[in-house]
């Protein structure tokens, strides 16, 4: 899989003003070498549940199948004791990826790898070198309380949208792995916190279509809603619901499930359920 296969069109762009500012990107990759990335493998080690061939093999193996089919170089996993349901990735040159203990119990198998995915995918597009870079601009700029002051405002939106634009190319990466059936109810968990969910696994979908129509009936809500949103650093998680059914139509994804499936390394993916049968809204 290439990044540029998964990558939202508004992530890349940024990306690629990001990537102009090399000698800073340079400086922070090697601080995080020397520092944040030994401090945190220490801390993993220390604290939380190493995921080897020996231990936890099922979820070992269902790791493995992720990094092979997103084709990177395996990142160690480890499992934290944690009731909410969550993920994250960090690092540039010796990556780890932890998942909620409340995950592993809470979500099937297959719906573990979309979540699995979703944190390959950042890696994959090297979210984590800039996400990195960018946080550490927010705490300077907070620390010289710039951010909230009306010149460096607008920029400090633009960094948060780029970083709600990663998250979904984070989230083609899942359905592209498990199928987007399979990630629409890892999401449907997510959201609701439930280890079961019954009826329809399009419901967040139908509930980004409701937001949508809300958002766009006038002026006034539109501007409402985008101040509300502003300051997230993830898309909602309707939102996100709704931009995979619409990724799903593209070329893109049909030809990365295609791509995909004949992988002997890649038989996670229940084939009855890609790609799915269900209409979408609209192309991408
Ligand atoms: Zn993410």
């Known amino acids: 899989m290439k990044a540029r296969q998964i990558m939202h069109p508004a992530d890349a762009k940024a990306l690629q003003v990001l990537k102009q500012a090399r000698g800073f990107n340079t400086l922070i990759k090697y601080f995080m070498q020397v520092g944040d990335e030994r401090i945190m493998r220490g801390e993993n080690l220390g604290t939380m549940l190493r995921v080897s061939p020996d231990n936890l093999p099922k979820v070992y193996t269902a790791f493995r199948e992720v990094v092979n089919c997103v084709g990177i170089d395996e990142p160690e996993l480890y499992i934290y004791n944690d009731p909410v349901m969550n993920a994250y990735t960090y690092g540039d040159t010796r990556i780890f990826v932890a998942l909620s203990s409340s995950l592993v119990e809470r979500l099937t198998l297959p719906e573990l790898q979309s979540v699995m995915a979703h944190e390959c995918g950042h890696i994959l597009c090297r979210h984590t070198l800039y996400k990195t870079v960018l946080h550490i601009i927010e705490d300077m700029g907070k620390a010289a309380q710039v951010i909230t002051g009306s010149f460096a405002f607008p920029a400090y939106c633009a960094l948060q949208y780029w970083n709600r634009m990663s998250e979904y190319s984070a989230d083609r990466c899942a359905a592209a792995v498990v199928g987007e059936q399979v990630f629409q109810s890892a999401l449907l968990k997510l959201t ?88 979408s809204p609209t192309q991408d």
């Open 192 to 279: 609701s916190g439930l280890s079961d969910i019954q009826g329809d696994p399009y419901q967040l979908v139908e509930q980004g279509k409701r937001y949508y129509e809300m958002k766009n009936a006038s002026f006034f809500a539109r501007v409402q809603q985008a101040c509300r949103e502003m300051f997230y650093s993830h898309p909602q998680d309707c939102q996100r619901a709704y931009e995979i059914d619409r990724w799903k139509s593209s070329a893109n994804y049909r030809n990365l499930t295609k791509d995909l499936s004949p992988d002997p390394n890649c038989t996670n993916r229940p084939p009855e359920l890609t790609p799915s049968k269900r209409e």
